[in-house]
């Protein structure tokens, strides 16, 4: 069965950094590409990052370049979320993601990590 679990989120003060981790099982990890994504409340549902599946390719919204930095290792099944400089507005649950066709195209998510960052 396919399963993606966060874990890493927490209170922290602007300024400060934390570091998501996501472990992945059911699939093969390595083939696919992973993706990180955002909901605060009240607000849609965002990608933050996103990694190819032997992570030699990254991209990042606009907001978030600069300041994230998503990587992944392949032999632990498990992609991160490194966040520096972190802003009250980057409060949100977390969640992991990946999209995979064995049967149909389909996206998977984990249950998702709050981060808070307040003052």
């Known amino acids: 069965q396919v399963q993606l679990v966060e874990s890493g989120g927490g209170l922290v003060q602007p300024g400060e950094s934390l570091r998501l981790s996501c472990a992945a099982s059911?699939?093969?990890?390595?083939?696919?590409?992973m993706r990180w994504y955002r909901q605060a409340p009240g607000k849609e549902r965002e990608l933050v990052a996103a990694?190819?599946?032997?992570?030699?390719?990254?991209n990042y919204a606009d907001s978030m370049t600069g300041r994230f930095t998503i990587s992944r290792d392949n032999a632990k099944n498990t992609v991160y979320l490194q966040m520096n400089s972190l802003k009250p507005e980057d409060t949100a649950v977390y969640y992991c993601?990946?999209?995979?066709?064995?049967?149909?195209?389909?996206?998977?998510w984990g249950q998702g990590t709050q981060v808070t960052v307040s003052s």
């Open positions: 990694i190819s599946s032997t992570g030699s390719s990254t």
């Open positions: 059911g699939f093969t990890f390595g083939s696919v590409a």
């Open positions: 993601n990946t999209v995979l066709t064995t049967w149909r195209k389909r996206n998977y």
